[in-house]
């Protein structure tokens, strides 16, 4: 490993020599980004686990237990990590875990996985079981799928095994796999179930962290168009089940839930379409997409007004935004691509200038995308790490990144501004009134005084 106070800084350079295919410069690289891949031992990945990965996809399945097997170590990534909200049930804030102790380790954990199935169907009667592996039980070989389909003939309900060891992959995007195999298993019909078509639309990777999955139905009921079930924030598994009945699935977070979109074609017909809310200009792009499936005069006489009214409200508190922060200096580092395309044009619609993006889990063609947007000195970089966030903001001087919790102290500490776009945040960024929110809140940090205070001290920042 090299020793990052000796390298200089100028130029795109990786902390880790291995690492040096994970970053390049925007208009620079031929062969594009190496990513989808393990994170490098030892790099210390702001990535979280498999099993976080599976998690983060079905703890929004408000009235189903999330039973974590394993030590209660791993159950501590709950509901108040990723609190996304709901409009009824709240059965998927408790923290279910087995609890696992080396007595477990050494003689097997399913007699204790089946007893604590049973004592949660008894006290609790939840429609559905999602039993989550982890590291232990899986490296023990517990058969959680046995076991589940055992309890699932007891009790007459689902339990579904999620195959998410912590130790399967270096990459979480194999817990959002798991996820999404657990979801298919759940909503494909059982022999003699029938699901109804309906002309509603399913919303794949929405996980109402905020409040987005309403304020989008809202956008959709003033068009027209009903929200089937939204995958999977503030979804019930009664809602899911109807899934097959969907006329179109929309797709937001593409990470989590292409693969879904792919199998609900492959098995139902169904055809979806990539969409995105977050951000004025990408919602109205996206509106008027989903008009355009449903190919309704009244629907895109509804989408139009709808937009010209919406814009034309916040145009003007955006440019009032633009004005103070044009030609400020922006980092993005998020989980998915999606969400760091969409922040690119926010932040472009501000008027700054985006010098860093990055992702946990973009492939190739996002990667090809987000370069595509940016200027040609841009750093672009994937599976990042905090060395090199530190080098990178220092180095490029940033006025301000969007990011999650851990990235949030970094930058604090560095003395840069910081937006919250991730898992933990209480805000509800999307939409017309999610792009001024999310405008503010750029406008805050970054403008606020006390930096005046505090970048002084720090090496490569002036
Ligand atoms: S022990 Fe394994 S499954 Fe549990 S949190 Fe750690 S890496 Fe994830």
């Not at 501000?350 to 947007?373: D, R």
Request: hydrophobic share 40%; aromatic share 8%; with cysteine.
């Amino acid at each position: 490993m090299e020793d990052l106070c000796t390298q200089p800084l100028t130029g795109p350079a990786a902390c880790i020599s291995e690492r040096a295919g994970s970053v390049m410069t925007a208009g620079k690289s031929k062969s594009g980004i190496h990513c989808s891949d393990d994170s490098l031992a030892g790099a210390v990945s702001q990535r979280a686990c498999v099993f976080c990965g599976a998690r983060v996809v079905l703890n929004p399945v408000t009235d189903a237990v999330h039973l974590v097997h394993g030590p209660i170590g791993c159950a501590t990534y709950t509901w108040d990590i990723r609190g996304s909200l709901s409009s009824g049930p709240e059965m998927y804030r408790n923290s279910f875990s087995t609890d696992m102790k080396e007595r477990d380790v050494v003689f097997g954990g399913e007699k204790k996985l089946a007893a604590c199935i049973d004592e949660i169907v008894e006290k609790y009667h939840p429609p559905a079981i999602f039993v989550y592996a982890t590291c232990v039980t899986g490296m023990i070989g517990d058969d959680i799928i046995a076991v589940s389909k055992a309890a699932r003939s007891r009790h007459g309900i689902d339990v579904i095994p999620v195959e998410s060891s912590g130790f399967i992959s270096g990459n979480k995007v194999v817990g959002y796999r798991a996820a999404a195999l657990a979801l298919m298993q759940l909503i494909t019909p059982k022999d003699g179930e029938t699901v109804a078509p309906t002309r509603d639309l399913n919303f794949l990777g929405e996980y109402n962290l905020g409040g987005e999955t309403w304020l989008i139905k809202r956008y959709l009921k003033e068009m027209g168009i009903g929200i089937n079930v939204a995958f999977t924030g503030d979804s019930t598994v009664a809602a899911l089940k109807r899934a097959p009945g969907a006329c179109l699935n929309l797709v937001q977070c593409t990470g989590s839930m292409h693969w879904v979109a792919l199998q609900l074609e492959k098995t139902f017909g169904t055809p979806f379409m990539d969409i995105n809310f977050f951000g004025a200009e990408n919602t109205a792009e996206s509106l008027r997409k989903i008009a355009r499936f449903y190919n309704d005069p009244t629907i895109t006489a509804r989408t139009e007004a709808l937009i010209e009214r919406e814009m034309t409200r916040i145009r003007p508190v955006i440019k009032r935004y633009r004005e103070k922060l044009a030609g400020k200096r922006a980092a993005i580092y998020v989980g998915g691509a999606y969400k760091a395309i969409a922040i690119i044009r926010q932040l472009r619609e501000l008027g700054m200038e985006i010098v860093l993006t990055g992702t946990q889990t973009g492939n190739k063609e996002e990667y090809a995308e987000i370069s595509s947007l940016l200027d040609e000195n841009a750093i672009v970089v994937d599976d990042t790490n905090p060395a090199e966030i530190e080098r990178f903001l220092l180095e490029m001087k940033v006025d301000v990144m969007a990011g999650g919790v851990k990235e949030r102290v970094l930058a604090y500490k560095l003395g840069v501004g910081f937006v919250d776009h991730n898992h933990d945040r209480k805000e509800c960024l999307a939409g017309f009134d999610g792009a001024v929110r999310f405008a503010k809140e750029v406008y805050l940090t970054t403008c606020t005084p006390v930096w005046k205070y505090t970048t002084g001290t720090f090496p490569g920042r002036t």
